[in-house]
């Protein structure tokens, strides 16, 4: 357990973390006087109210070798390229926002870094001011010189996928969230959005960019009264001229596990799909998501409707779930709403979608969706099963099996124990526990070696994730490859041997990614000890109300990883000599350590 370490203005003390390997970890900062006495000084963490703790995440992350392939998930809006750990899939490039020159340099952009963009023609045209809405309305049938107008248009956007050029990226998103819209219920909709899709579709032909492929996405929550618009979509007379069917799953207010809904939902999609004589259309999840609302604060709203949201662990854990879930019912791709945070607005959902915070810095989810992604994206599906409120999914590579579990509908200090020969169910090849390669949490962080004993495996709510080896290798074939770890520096992302490193995602607006020198825990020894990282913390007091606190990560050896600049309002100031005891921990953000909120607890 760690000892709080109490911070006096100007002094310099220094502690351990306890432990560094890979996985998420936090450094917390608060107030001494969580319930400030009368006539006391108080402190105020960034972005925070009094008596609130401010907890700087970050991660330490195997580098891996960058993939050249399109990957089963993303982001829906924009994201750092020169992060080396992002998957592949990136954000929405828009017309309205970029001309045909500059759509062109944004793939270029991001081709240079192995990162795919997806297009998207809504709205008007930066262009020429070209509506992709139909006008004046649906109401009437779309008119000759709105259809010409289109044409021209689509055609110089479309000719930079001309030959095959950009192949990997060839998918536009026709409209946006056009099923919100009033449009969606007028009379002439659905026969002028063929028309448009036609249209588009001829003038990829003509430009010879006949390898693009339309997307058309719709909204939908939890309750089945919500999929009502994706059966209209799929039953008009514009769902054949598409090719991928599109959805935004945002299950307001409650967002409750995935496992509880998505497979419902899809059932009933997939069933559309087969009346419509394409049962085999691809499902891409083209925004999901949950907002965090930690520390949580009683107005967090989404357009003026009051949520609970989640807490910052409680969010990775359902983004684990929903990409799980999603791949074992065959969605083809999931792209998540945000990289980071856009906006500092705590009491706006919209604005704390983010994998990071608005500073930067990584929240749990972060390193555990390029988790989830670096595990699961070239693995095959097998089957899930459940035992005692655990569910259980498994996926196949050509060595490993990997099985990720969880309790289903469960509160956070609830636990629950399945016997290790629930692992071995379907599985000729897995004889023994000899087979475990590793046992970690979420964000690759090695669990307990209480998590796995005499032959039971204990489960609780966040997804716990067992590779457990193959007794006979597959051969390799085209369609599956296993990713090898490599050495890389971090400032330049250039691969450079077959070793594997970790780095330290520890990003704000004014910090960079920086590499550790401390070997990654191996795969057969998942709770190797490595030596912990130091911390140096100053609170430089300052003549006005505020100061600035200034914390050093180091290693054993004394190299310095990273500095974060934390400003301090002081409140409430009595006296010139007054002095307030400032709180700092840093600790790995592990499941049995969460409260009743799901955030994570280490105190004396």
């Not at 309205?96 to 297009?119: C, E, M, N, V």
């Not at 036609?198 to 339309?214: G, I, T, W």
């Not at 969460?594 to 105190?603: E, K």
Request: charged share 15%; with cysteine.
């Amino acid at each position: 357990m760690v000892q709080p370490i109490y911070i006096l203005p100007g002094v310099n003390v220094s502690f351990s973390s306890p432990d560094d390997r890979v996985g998420y970890y936090e450094l917390s900062c608060f107030s001494s006087f969580r319930s400030r006495p009368a006539g006391m000084d108080d402190l105020i963490m960034p972005h925070r109210e009094i008596g609130e703790a401010w907890n700087v995440g970050f991660a330490i992350m195997k580098t891996e070798q960058r993939q050249t392939t399109m990957t089963k998930m993303g982001f829906f809006n924009l994201v750092d390229i020169s992060d080396p750990h992002v998957p592949s899939l990136g954000k929405q490039l828009s017309w309205d926002y970029y001309t045909p020159s500059q759509w062109s340099g944004q793939i270029d952009a991001l081709s240079d870094k192995d990162k795919y963009i997806l297009g998207q023609i809504a709205h008007t045209s930066k262009h020429t001011g070209v509506p992709w809405e139909s006008d004046p309305s649906d109401d009437v049938a779309l008119g000759s010189q709105q259809r010409d107008r289109l044409l021209n248009e689509l055609q110089l956007y479309f000719t930079n996928y001309a030959v095959g050029r950009y192949g990997e990226a060839a998918y536009i998103s026709l409209g946006d969230s056009e099923d919100m819209k009033e449009m969606f219920t007028q009379s002439k909709y659905f026969t002028n959005l063929r028309d448009k899709v036609d249209l588009a579709r001829e003038c990829a032909y003509h430009v010879q960019a006949s390898n693009l492929k339309f997307i058309y996405s719709t909204n939908v929550g939890y309750q089945p009264y919500t999929w009502d618009n994706t059966r209209t979509f799929i039953n008009s007379v514009a769902f054949s001229g598409f090719d991928i069917l599109g959805l935004i799953v945002y299950p307001w207010p409650d967002f409750p596990s995935p496992e509880s809904f998505l497979p419902s939902l899809l059932a009933e999609v997939s069933s559309w799909l087969l009346g419509e004589g394409k049962p085999t259309m691809p499902i891409w999840i083209t925004e999901a998501g949950i907002p965090v609302n930690d520390p949580p604060l009683p107005d967090f709203a989404d357009a003026g409707n009051k949520i609970q949201g989640a807490s910052r662990y409680g969010a990775a854990s359902y983004c684990v779930k929903f990409f799980v879930v999603s791949l074992s019912l065959g969605v083809e791709r999931v792209l998540f709403k945000e990289y980071r945070n856009p906006v500092l607005d705590r009491l706006e959902a919209q604005m704390n979608f983010g994998t990071r915070d608005y500073d930067g810095y990584p929240l749990p989810s972060y390193p555990a969706l390029i988790n989830a992604h670096r595990l699961l994206d070239s693995a095959e599906y097998l089957y899930s099963s459940s035992l005692s409120d655990v569910i259980r999914f498994t996926f196949a590579t050509p060595r490993t099996y990997i099985h990720i579990m969880w309790l289903e509908s469960a509160p956070y200090d609830r636990t629950s124990s399945v016997p290790f020969s629930f692992m071995q169910e379907g599985l000729r090849t897995l004889s023994s526990m000899d087979n475990i390669v590793s046992c970690t949490d979420m964000t690759a962080h090695p669990c307990s070696i209480d998590t796995i004993r005499d032959k039971l495996i204990y489960v609780g709510e966040t997804p716990l994730i067992l590779i457990t080896q193959k007794d006979e290798i597959d051969p390799p074939s085209s369609s599956s490859t296993i990713a090898t770890p490599t050495s890389s520096s971090i400032t330049s992302m250039t691969s450079s041997s077959t070793s594997s490193s970790s780095s330290l995602a520890f990003t704000s607006s004014t910090s960079s990614l920086l590499s550790t020198s401390s070997t990654s825990p191996s795969p057969s020894s998942p709770l190797v000890d490595i030596p912990p990282i130091s911390v140096v913390a100053s609170l430089i007091p300052s003549p006005s109300s505020s100061s600035v606190m200034n914390i050093i990560v180091t290693q054993s050896s004394g190299e310095a990883l990273a500095t974060i600049s934390i400003p301090i309002s002081v409140v409430n100031q009595t006296s010139s000599s007054s002095t307030t005891n400032l709180t700092i921990s840093i600790h790995p953000v592990l499941s049995s350590s969460l409260d009743s909120y799901g955030r994570a607890t280490w105190s004396s």
